[in-house]
Structures are given as structure tokens and as C-alpha cells.
């Protein structure tokens, strides 16, 4: 509580000296968010050079409007507002063609990495995850799988289960209800799993 | 309802619910195995999505953004090449020039036809005065009045006594040249006309009476021969001295053409020709009694200049 009290204020301090124009906190805010920013984008656009060019966007718009910034939310969510809206623009331009189609034939040749996946998922067994982050191939396939959601479901997911916002910051960032991020986030799982399941088969 | 319990386990993995909450789907887990089954399915599908390692932001993210910005800032700051107003603006003033510059035509144009077309007359000016209301300016008359009588001694006697009744002995200069007397009379119209018809007694005894209308040019001076009182008092009664061209050349003709008629004693006189103006004649009402003396100052534009020459034949 006390550390992300002090995150705040030092957010504050550095949103105001960068209001004036001080290059120094612009570059820090910058550096303070730039790896979590691209790491959500990345996650829902799928492509490292997108990636790149929407998280440089993202905090072009940040710089840009930062006067507009109120000051009602905090500026992490803020950030991450801008980010997921940008992105999530993005990807309804891009129309899910480049990344949503699967390489049979490559998807044939990663037979371990399908294999650990159903290992993985099925009810009798559960080996430790941290094989399943040392297995690249299945980390792909989990990647493509999510590119396979919705957008507004692979939002949820993302905020949720790989940047870890709390409900409340999703329903921010999102601008969303409450009631609303939890239903879309069960549904979000859900479907999640039932795509695993069938490249399964 | 199963919809309903899976988002409370997500909750419940995801660490959202309260306490209390935490204990009931425990409970429900421990005792409902099918519960427990989903909550596994759900737990598994977060862990696996939380595998996913973190990525860093490319290197030299920082100069990328700053770059962008400054390139943004230069963009917006640099003015236009191009100032797309500047054409409609430019376009806009040749139109202007060009309208102008036709309209500035036309009136030269209109100026040169109307000084070809306009009739080349001496057009009363119009003059206004304090009301506001407009008058034709009148013009001074000048004319000689040539009477030929074979008895001067009682016409110049007759012609005497007009002007002592009328009282203009101080607006008549008379001389005697070669047996001829000249009267130069500078009066008012009024009291011109008055004089005149205070003469018309003595026309019965003329040989001769020609009225010379004086115009600008010595040429052109208009000659009423046969010219009566009433006519002389007609053309003096016009404002300007076109009028009293056109009127004298209107009465010359008549009297020429009376002349030639059988009757010569037939009034000379027109078609149209309708103005007869009032003779202002003095009224005699008894012997102390003396005639209206019209005697008053001139003004400009209604004196009558006046010589009235008498003359044996």
C-alpha cells in the first residue's frame, strides 16, 4: 500500500514536471511504463513490429494530451487506457486476417508441445507450469490461440491474467461495469478453453 | 446458474471475492465435486495464459517516442507552404478589380453616349431653395420694340404718361436721335407687362411694330413683325429664353401668315397655342383715382431689358 502510494505521487510529480516540458520525466514516465505497455499491446495484436509501433503511439498520445490528463483516475491506468484503445483499434482494422490462421503443418510437427498441452489440461494430471513456460512451441500455440479470441475477450484476459489489474482497474482501463468485466471475463476463460480443446482434437 | 457460479470462480481464483464469499465456494468445492472439476479447468486456463513471459519493449524505445515527438512539434509549428486560402483570397480580388474596372467602363461609356445623344440645349438649371422645392431658373429678358407712327408727337406722348402711371420714370432712359426717340426700360417682368398694356391704346395708330427678340448670337436675334401688345406680353411672360424663342417664332409665323390671309385683321395666334397671358391693365376708378403702380425692384432672372423705339415711317 505504501509502495504504490509512493508509485502515485511519483507519478504525479513526474506528469506535472513533464506538463512544463522537462524532456527528463517525459523519458522516465516513458521508461517506467514502456515494458508493460508493450507486453499487453503485444499480447493482443500478436506482432512484435505492431507492437512497437502502437506501444511509440501509445505514448506519443500520452506526451501529447498529458494536459488533458485529470487526474480522476490514476495515470498507470490512464496510460494503459490509451494503449488498449489504440490497439484495439488496431486489430479491428487489421480484421484478424494475418493472425488468426494456424499452420497445419507446422501445428503437426509440434506434436510435444500438443501433447504437453493436453497433459496440461486434463483433469488427472498437472504438471508444473514453469515446463510450460520453458516449452516455446506451446507458448505459441497459447499465443495464437488468443489471437483467436474476440478482441474485447482477449482484452479482459490480458489485463487480467497477464498484466494482473485488479477488477476495478479493468473496468477503468475498459470502461466498463463491474458486473460487465466479470461475465466477460468468465466468457473470456471459457471460450479460451474450448479453443485449447479443440486444437487438441 | 452455472454461468453464475463460474464467474464467483473466477473471482475466487482471481482473489476478488470477500472473505465470506471465500468461504462459501470453498464449501460448495469440497462438497460438489463437479464444482471442483470446473474450478480446476478455470484455474488451469489462467495459469497458463500467466505463462506467458514478459516482454520487453524494443531497445531505444525512449528515442523512438522522443524522435516521434519532436518530428510532431516541428510538423505543427512550420507553417504551411501551401496557404490553401490564399488562391480564394487572390481570385476573389481579381474579381473585385475585374467588376470594378467594368463598372468604371461603363460609366465613361454612358458619359461619352449621353454627351453625343443629349440634346445640345440650354436646359433651365434646377435650383432649390431652402424647402427643398425645385423651380426652373428664370433668365432676364432682352428685346427692342421698334414702333413706326406717322404722329410720334402724341405716341411719345402716350408712351410718357405709361411710364409716369406705371411709375418707372426712374427705370426708363429716353433719348432723341435722329427723329427717333429711344426708351431703354429696366423693369420687372410685372411691370413691363403692365407698360405694355398700358400702350395698347396707341396700336391702332402704328404703321408698324416689330418686336427683335436679342439672343446670344447677333445673327440669330428672332423678329416678331406685326407684333400686338398681348403678344409681346406673351413672350416676355416666358422663363428662359429658348421659350421665348420657340414662342416667337410661333407668333412670327402666325402674324406672316395673317398677313397673307384676306382677312388681316384675323388674331394671329397658333394650333395649340394656348397661353394668352393676363395683361395686367390699370383700373381706373375715378379722376383722383390712379392706376397700380407695378413698379417693383427687378430681381435677377425676371428683369426686361427693354427698348422701345419710336419712329416716324
Not at chain 1, 484495439?88 to 487489421?94: D, G, H
Not at chain 2, 464467483?8 to 460448495?28: P, S
Not at chain 2, 410661333?250 to 397673307?260: F, R, S, T
Amino acid at each position: 500500500m505504501n509502495e504504490a502510494a509512493s508509485i502515485r505521487i511519483d507519478d504525479a510529480v513526474l506528469v506535472q514536471r513533464c506538463r512544463k516540458g522537462d524532456s527528463e520525466a517525459t523519458e522516465r514516465l516513458i521508461l517506467r511504463y514502456q515494458n508493460r505497455v508493450y507486453n499487453i499491446i503485444y499480447r493482443m495484436c500478436g506482432n512484435a513490429d505492431d507492437a512497437a509501433e502502437l506501444t511509440q503511439d501509445t505514448f506519443v498520445k500520452v506526451i501529447e494530451n498529458i494536459d488533458r490528463f485529470a487526474g480522476n483516475s490514476t495515470f498507470y491506468t490512464w496510460v494503459f487506457r490509451i494503449a488498449v484503445n489504440l490497439t484495439l483499434n488496431f486489430c479491428q482494422r487489421r480484421s484478424k486476417v494475418a493472425y488468426h490462421s494456424i499452420d497445419v503443418e507446422q501445428h503437426d510437427q509440434n506434436w510435444q508441445a500438443t501433447a504437453l498441452l493436453k497433459k496440461f489440461l486434463s483433469n488427472e494430471t498437472s504438471p508444473d507450469p514453469a515446463l510450460v513456460a520453458q516449452n516455446h512451441e506451446l507458448l505459441r500455440l497459447l499465443q495464437e490461440t488468443l489471437a483467436e479470441l474476440d478482441e474485447p475477450h482477449r482484452a479482459v484476459i490480458v489485463l487480467r491474467d497477464i498484466e494482473q489489474m485488479t477488477y476495478e482497474q479493468i473496468a477503468k482501463v475498459l470502461n466498463l461495469q463491474m458486473g460487465t468485466v466479470k461475465s466477460r471475463l468468465n466468457r473470456a476463460r471459457c471460450n479460451l478453453r474450448d479453443l485449447l480443446e479443440k486444437r487438441l482434437k | 446458474m452455472k454461468d453464475n457460479i463460474d464467474e464467483f470462480l473466477n473471482a475466487y481464483i482471481d482473489g476478488e471475492l470477500t472473505q465470506r464469499q471465500q468461504i462459501e465456494i470453498q464449501r460448495l468445492i469440497k462438497h460438489d465435486e463437479q464444482v471442483a472439476k470446473r474450478l480446476n479447468r478455470l484455474q488451469k486456463s489462467k495459469m497458463l495464459v500467466a505463462s506467458l513471459p514478459r516482454l520487453d519493449a524494443p531497445a531505444g524505445m525512449v528515442d523512438r517516442i522522443m524522435t516521434a515527438l519532436e518530428t510532431k512539434a516541428i510538423l505543427e509549428h512550420q507553417p504551411a507552404i501551401v496557404n490553401p486560402h490564399a488562391g480564394a483570397a487572390y481570385l476573389f480580388a481579381r474579381k473585385l478589380v475585374t467588376a470594378a474596372a467594368m463598372i468604371t467602363l461603363m460609366a465613361i461609356l454612358a458619359v461619352v453616349v449621353y454627351t453625343i445623344l443629349a440634346p445640345n440645349s440650354e436646359t433651365p438649371t434646377i435650383a432649390t431653395n431652402g424647402t427643398a422645392t425645385v423651380a426652373l431658373a428664370t433668365e432676364d429678358f432682352y428685346g427692342r420694340l421698334e414702333l413706326t407712327t406717322a404722329n410720334l408727337a402724341a405716341s411719345n406722348a402716350v408712351l410718357a404718361r405709361a411710364i409716369e402711371s406705371q411709375g418707372l420714370e426712374n427705370s426708363v432712359e429716353a433719348q432723341t436721335v435722329n427723329g427717333q426717340n429711344t426708351y431703354n426700360l429696366t423693369c420687372s417682368r410685372a411691370g413691363a407687362k403692365a407698360l405694355i398694356a398700358r400702350l395698347s391704346g396707341i396700336w391702332k395708330n402704328l404703321d408698324a411694330a416689330t418686336l427683335v427678340l436679342q439672343t446670344d448670337t447677333f445673327a440669330k436675334d428672332v423678329a416678331v413683325n406685326t407684333v400686338t401688345a398681348e403678344q409681346i406680353a406673351q413672350i416676355i411672360d416666358k422663363d428662359t429664353l429658348n421659350e421665348r424663342i420657340d414662342v416667337a417664332n410661333e407668333l412670327a409665323a402666325a402674324n406672316k401668315l395673317a398677313k397673307l390671309m384676306p382677312n388681316e385683321n384675323m388674331l394671329p395666334g397658333m394650333p395649340n397655342h394656348t397661353i394668352i397671358p393676363t395683361l395686367v391693365m390699370p383700373v381706373l376708378t375715378g379722376d383722383n383715382a390712379s392706376p397700380t403702380k407695378v413698379a417693383a425692384p427687378a430681381k435677377p432672372g425676371e428683369r426686361v431689358n427693354l427698348t422701345i423705339i419710336l419712329r416716324t415711317p
